[in-house]
């Protein structure tokens, strides 16, 4: 798994008996994917959670965008899905434009300018 290679694994992100990852109860989805987000914020994110098979991270592409097309990440300081370190490692094996943000792994939704910035600069660039 892709995943483990990088030594990512989260113990909050385990699948369940259907090969689906959830995180199982409210507190658990804040401390992994939005401690930088208010309690009622996280309240709805929680309650409309949609799994993801755990075959996602494992599956191989053949051809990835990343290896021929200008790539850009934004890497996410309080991230506890996917540690900085991880994600550093990504941009670096992709070749990505970068961005820091003091952000938790739902950067969208707690910094959606920095998001956008990005977003922007990869548009620009494309130009």
Not at 12 to 18: C, K, T
Not at 79 to 104: E, G, H
């Amino acid at each position: 798994m892709a995943l483990e290679r990088h030594q990512a694994l989260n113990e909050g992100l385990q699948p369940d008996e259907q090969g689906m990852i959830w995180l199982p109860n409210i507190e658990t989805y804040q401390a992994v994917m939005a401690n930088d987000l208010p309690l009622k914020e996280v309240a709805l994110l929680f309650a409309t959670q949609t799994p993801i098979s755990a075959k996602a991270f494992s599956q191989k592409i053949n051809e990835p965008a990343w290896k021929t097309k200008p790539s850009y990440y934004l890497l996410t300081e309080q991230d506890n899905a996917l540690p900085f370190k991880v994600q550093q490692s990504f941009a670096n094996m992709i070749k990505a434009q970068t961005k820091s943000v003091a952000a938790s792994h739902l950067s969208l939704i707690s910094q959606p300018q920095a998001t956008v910035e990005l977003i922007e600069q990869a548009a620009k660039a494309g130009k």
